[in-house]
């Protein structure tokens, strides 16, 4: 049965549906693991062992009666601790949220349950979802699972930390600037940014309506295939056939190559070459646009975020963690006609880069520039935070400004992923691409 804690949740799945494993069983295993598990408190913010008790033995009474609703009908996944859950507190990592209790699960909770999945509980994440360091000193800090004196990446930092550490099959997270991939990234998972507007955000708690969007952590494409199917309530994605070959490939040199430290370097390359290896092809990109969009995202996200929070915020600003509650204000300093031109400036870029990667299949980039920084030095060295939270979100955010779905690979160095950028809308021909290049970079 430990067995079951690293298999992919297609493949528990398969064995639910051959009555190989019995989800009571496989719910009773994962509750037991995240129970013993030292990290526990770290990872989960709640478990919810008695809705996933009854899930699981509805998940075997449709076995038994041939009426199971999807390939994961029986298996065991996580929440975000924004994603809203009837009856179960839903704090977004925040004090200022502190006892909040949902009436209503969110749509793509509720879409995911109908389908069967099975909820083992909330997971941590960096307070209201606004850094991707995954560091939280208010609710709690996940480990890597590759050191864990460092930081797992943020905001869905419980999300990676439940699939890598083996607590949860797929974890559900949210991204708005990299906060999906770059915890995938660091704990070698494939992490899923969806399109924006693509998966409902309704009973989410929102950071930047405008690029917030909904995506899972998992441990091969096809569950993310599977998992994006469930939350949108579709027939999933079809992967078979899957080749790179004959494919056309931009590698990005615009703000992605920037200090791209050694390691992510060099595992970069080597994705690379493994990809040109199955008769791909690759051109180096340039988007000189690319430079003036990225000087816009914090006129964006942060007049958003604190236009949004503000009144909470500043009803009880000593509750938040300081480094948090200084970048919200920073929304402060913009007026609404620095917003408004600042989207009118995005549009162009948008266009421009639309223009410059048309007759791609996929933008390619490391997906985080550097590795999980050390837990301590961000607590007692401002500047080091700050630093490595920009770059470690910085190559992500160019999914969300193009408005672009993105897909996160893992390499053969541990935390450091591979980045391939779609278009909007095109999550079916990325998760296809990525299944293909999966292969290649196992």
């Given at each position: 049965?430990?067995?079951?804690?690293?298999?992919?949740?297609?493949?528990?799945?398969?064995?639910?549906?051959?009555?190989?494993?019995?989800?009571?069983?496989?719910?009773?295993?994962?509750?037991?693991?995240?129970?013993?598990?030292?990290?526990?408190?770290?990872?989960?913010?709640?478990?919810?062992?008695?809705?996933?008790?009854?899930?699981?033995?509805?998940?075997?009474?449709?076995?038994?009666?041939?009426?199971?609703?999807?390939?994961?009908?029986?298996?065991?996944?996580?929440?975000?601790?924004?994603?809203?859950?009837?009856?179960?507190?839903?704090?977004?990592?925040?004090?200022?949220?502190?006892?909040?209790?949902?009436?209503?699960?969110?749509?793509?909770?509720?879409?995911?349950?109908?389908?069967?999945?099975?909820?083992?509980?909330?997971?941590?994440?960096?307070?209201?979802?606004?850094?991707?360091?995954?560091?939280?000193?208010?609710?709690?800090?996940?480990?890597?699972?590759?050191?864990?004196?460092?930081?797992?990446?943020?905001?869905?930092?419980?999300?990676?930390?439940?699939?890598?550490?083996?607590?949860?099959?797929?974890?559900?997270?949210?991204?708005?600037?990299?906060?999906?991939?770059?915890?995938?990234?660091?704990?070698?998972?494939?992490?899923?940014?969806?399109?924006?507007?693509?998966?409902?955000?309704?009973?989410?708690?929102?950071?930047?309506?405008?690029?917030?969007?909904?995506?899972?952590?998992?441990?091969?494409?096809?569950?993310?295939?599977?998992?994006?199917?469930?939350?949108?309530?579709?027939?999933?994605?079809?992967l078979r056939g899957a080749s790179l070959?004959?494919?056309?490939?931009?590698?990005?040199?615009?703000?992605?190559?920037?200090?791209?430290?050694?390691?992510?370097?060099?595992?970069?390359?080597?994705?690379?070459?493994?990809?040109?290896?199955?008769?791909?092809?690759?051109?180096?990109?340039?988007?000189?646009?690319?430079?003036?969009?990225?000087?816009?995202?914090?006129?964006?996200?942060?007049?958003?975020?604190?236009?949004?929070?503000?009144?909470?915020?500043?009803?009880?600003?000593?509750?938040?963690?300081?480094?948090?509650?200084?970048?919200?204000?920073?929304?402060?300093?913009?007026?609404?006609?620095?917003?408004?031109?600042?989207?009118?400036?995005?549009?162009?870029?948008?266009?421009?880069?639309?223009?410059?990667?048309?007759?791609?299949?996929?933008?390619?980039?490391?997906?985080a520039p550097i590795l999980p920084p050390?837990?301590?030095?961000?607590?007692?060295?401002?500047?080091?935070?700050?630093?490595?939270?920009?770059?470690?979100?910085?190559?992500?955010?160019?999914?969300?400004?193009?408005?672009?779905?993105?897909?996160?690979?893992?390499?053969?160095?541990?935390?450091?992923?591979?980045?391939?950028?779609?278009?909007?809308?095109?999550?079916?021909?990325?998760?296809?691409?990525?299944?293909?290049?999966?292969?290649?970079?196992?």
């Amino acid at each position: 049965m430990q067995d079951w804690l690293t298999m992919t949740a297609c493949d528990l799945g398969r064995g639910i549906g051959m009555g190989q494993i019995d989800p009571r069983d496989l719910t009773e295993t994962y509750l037991a693991a995240i129970d013993d598990h030292p990290h526990r408190d770290a990872i989960y913010a709640r478990v919810t062992h008695d809705r996933a008790r009854a899930e699981a033995k509805a998940a075997k009474e449709r076995v038994k009666s041939g009426l199971r609703r999807s390939l994961l009908d029986g298996v065991p996944i996580s929440w975000k601790d924004l994603f809203d859950t009837a009856g179960t507190e839903t704090e977004a990592g925040s004090a200022l949220l502190k006892g909040r209790v949902p009436e209503a699960d969110a749509q793509v909770v509720r879409n995911a349950t109908a389908m069967g999945t099975v909820c083992l509980g909330k997971t941590h994440m960096s307070e209201l979802a606004f850094s991707g360091l995954g560091l939280n000193p208010i609710t709690g800090t996940p480990p890597c699972v590759h050191d864990e004196d460092a930081v797992p990446g943020g905001s869905s930092s419980g999300a990676a930390a439940s699939v890598a550490w083996g607590l949860a099959a797929i974890g559900i997270g949210s991204d708005t600037g990299g906060s999906v991939r770059v915890p995938a990234a660091w704990n070698d998972l494939v992490g899923l940014k969806t399109t924006s507007g693509r998966l409902s955000l309704e009973g989410v708690v929102p950071l930047c309506l405008r690029f917030d969007t909904v995506g899972p952590l998992s441990r091969s494409v096809e569950d993310a295939a599977q998992m994006l199917a469930l939350m949108e309530g579709i027939n999933p994605t079809d992967l078979r056939g899957a080749s790179l070959k004959g494919r056309r490939f931009a590698d990005l040199q615009t703000v992605a190559q920037d200090d791209v430290r050694e390691a992510p370097s060099r595992a970069y390359a080597e994705a690379l070459d493994k990809i040109k290896s199955t008769g791909a092809e690759i051109v180096p990109l340039e988007v000189p646009e690319l430079e003036e969009a990225m000087g816009l995202a914090g006129v964006l996200y942060t007049t958003q975020a604190y236009g949004l929070w503000r009144d909470v915020i500043e009803a009880n600003p000593d509750a938040m963690y300081p480094e948090i509650l200084e970048r919200f204000r920073t929304g402060a300093s913009f007026s609404g006609p620095d917003y408004i031109a600042a989207w009118s400036k995005l549009k162009a870029c948008r266009s421009a880069w639309d223009s410059a990667t048309a007759g791609f299949d996929a933008v390619l980039a490391p997906t985080a520039p550097i590795l999980p920084p050390n837990l301590e030095r961000l607590m007692n060295d401002h500047e080091y935070y700050v630093t490595e939270n920009l770059l470690a979100l910085r190559n992500a955010r160019i999914g969300n400004l193009m408005g672009l779905a993105a897909l996160t690979l893992p390499t053969e160095t541990a935390s450091c992923g591979l980045m391939l950028l779609g278009y909007p809308g095109s999550e079916e021909a990325l998760l296809r691409l990525g299944a293909a290049a999966e292969l290649v970079l196992a």
